[in-house]
């Protein structure tokens, strides 16, 4: 019987954002990676970087990239490209509970799947399938809990 080998392991990385002194423009620290980011001109930031939602879509959209990458690897499907586009909107909520006594919009992600190479309908369709199961996707669907404290 085969040694198990010892899986690797990686502590979570801390992501530290060190806010603005005036304005928008925020810088994002994760390890050696550092971004800016930012709002755009037209609601009075600099445009120097992404705005936090933009953030939240490339987020949503390299995991899903990549789960998709690894599921045709592992079945050896002839998936050449993932391109995913997201756009992020809030719209009229069309049920709610207390429409009549404040505006309800909900939040909406659109997300368009493009799967380059020679791929059936089958594999294109569970790759469908298999978006909606990337780690981002789920955190999005479920029930978040944020903790925040005051530091030192």
């Known amino acids: ?12 990385r801390t992501v530290v954002v060190e806010g603005p002194r005036s304005g928008f423009r925020t810088q994002v620290t994760i ?3 550092r971004l800016t980011v930012d709002e755009p001109l037209p609601v009075g930031g600099t445009d ?3 705005s936090p939602y933009e953030m939240l879509l490339a987020a949503l959209g390299s995991c899903t990239a990549m789960t998709l990458r690894l599921y ?16 992020h909107r809030k719209v009229h909520a069309q049920d709610c509970v207390d429409c009549e006594h404040k505006p309800a919009k909900i939040d909406t992600i659109d997300r368009v799947l493009e799967l380059e190479g020679p791929l059936d309908e089958a594999q294109r369709a569970k790759l469908l399938e298999m978006s909606e199961r990337c780690p981002v ?6 029930a978040i809990q944020v903790n925040t404290t005051l530091g030192q």
């Open 72 to 87: 045709a690897d592992r079945k050896k499907w002839p998936l050449e490209r993932v391109v995913v586009k997201l756009r």
């Open 31 to 33: 390890d050696r990676h």
């Open 137 to 142: 996707h789920q955190t999005l669907r479920s």
């Open 48 to 50: 120097a970087g992404p």
């Open 1 to 12: 019987m085969p040694e198990s080998q010892p899986q690797p392991t990686q502590e979570p």
